[in-house]
């Protein structure tokens, strides 16, 4: 595909059409390394409703223009034949948006201090996608992160280039930058170091984390590397992130009070789920919302915990356990569960189900 709309041979070049769409709240185009404009010709689409945006990996196609953008000016104005239009005037479509994909030209565009301050005001939700190979940042740009005061939802995604999320040093920004984010998605990230959850300056932020989603993420060791606390997170996804050999220490996953899924799939060098490296006389571990755990091709997991406090998990309904075939144990200490109902494993079908998960795991694996 190269355009929305082809333009009849009949069409007189120099006509400007009007496309208008007056109930289109969501547009969203992906994977069409063609498409390069809406319209091969002067037009313009008006979408007064459009609330969410989302373009990804459609290299070809400029989604913005500005009116203080001298070069697209000349393009409207001079091209008479098969013009690349951008879609929307910013002035125009922003300031009611509420979801949005942002490559690095847009979040240029979009800085020029030209343009109203609240330009963003209304944006919760926003993918950064980041196309070009060459990208020379290594870090988010927090000074764009000013104009979104409601931004709650946050995709970081196939960014080249970029080796952590949170800078070690905090930079001149605002302290209520990113104050009100409660998810946060990082995807396809192959250079990522570091997320950085655990620097001083970024931990008032992860109370408020709601959601925390890792995919394909290889170079990253682990989510924290100290004592942080996720008082608010009730989902979290690790998949496919291959240097990770443990996600949290132990005070860090006493702070998991609201946690209600944890999935964690084809790590290959996880061997626990947290580490107890840090000496603590905590004697239990309440997980009172907990109901889905799903460990799946671990290939080095030996346990999910390897201290000695009691594991209570009151809501459990479901445990899945696949390609886990070296666990020997799920907790060194005591598991008390009220609800649970049973593992689902494609290790062996023909298992005894005891009500002591412990008792449960090694009659699956030894």
Request: contains cysteine; hydrophobic residues 40%; glycine residues 4%.
């Amino acid at each position: 595909m190269v355009e929305i709309v082809g333009r009849e041979d009949k069409m007189e070049h120099r006509t400007t059409l009007m496309f208008e769409f007056p109930c289109l709240s969501y547009l969203y185009l992906e994977n069409m390394p063609l498409l390069s404009c809406f319209y091969p010709g002067k037009h313009h689409l008006e979408c007064p409703l459009l609330d969410e945006l989302y373009v990804e990996c459609c290299p070809k196609l400029k989604v913005f223009r500005s009116s203080f953008d001298d070069d697209s000016k000349k393009e409207v104005l001079e091209a008479p034949t098969n013009l690349q239009q951008p879609l929307f005037t910013i002035e125009k479509v922003s300031p009611k948006l509420k979801g949005l994909t942002l490559n690095e030209e847009n979040i240029k565009l979009m800085s020029d201090a030209r343009l109203p301050q609240d330009l963003l005001c209304n944006l919760k939700y926003l993918v950064l996608f980041f196309e070009d190979d060459n990208n020379g940042k290594d870090s988010l740009p927090f000074d764009f992160f000013h104009k979104l005061p409601n931004l709650e939802w946050l995709t970081v995604e196939k960014c080249f280039g970029l080796k952590e999320i949170f800078p070690s040093k905090k930079l001149q920004v605002q302290d209520k930058v990113l104050a009100g984010l409660k998810q946060l998605y990082l995807l396809e990230l192959k250079e990522l170091e570091c997320i950085g959850l655990e620097h001083t300056w970024v931990q008032p932020y992860t109370e408020k984390l709601e959601l925390l989603k890792l995919y394909k993420c290889p170079l990253v060791e682990r989510i924290v590397s100290c004592a942080v606390s996720f008082i608010n997170l009730k989902d979290l996804y690790v998949i496919d992130c291959e240097r990770m050999e443990y996600l949290f220490t132990f005070t860090t996953l006493k702070s998991l009070v609201k946690l209600e899924t944890l999935s964690i799939g084809y790590c290959g060098s996880i061997k626990e789920i947290t580490r107890n490296e840090e000496e603590d006389d905590c004697d239990q571990i309440i997980f009172g919302r907990l109901r889905w755990i799903k460990l799946e091709c671990l290939p080095r997991l030996r346990r999910f915990y390897s201290g000695n406090a009691t594991l209570q998990c009151p809501c459990l309904q479901k445990m899945m356990i696949t390609e886990c075939s070296n666990m020997i144990t799920f907790s060194e200490g005591v598991i008390k569960l009220a609800m649970f109902s049973g593992i689902q494993t494609s290790e062996d079908s023909d298992f005894t189900f005891h009500i002591d998960l412990n008792t449960t795991v090694q009659s699956l694996f030894q």
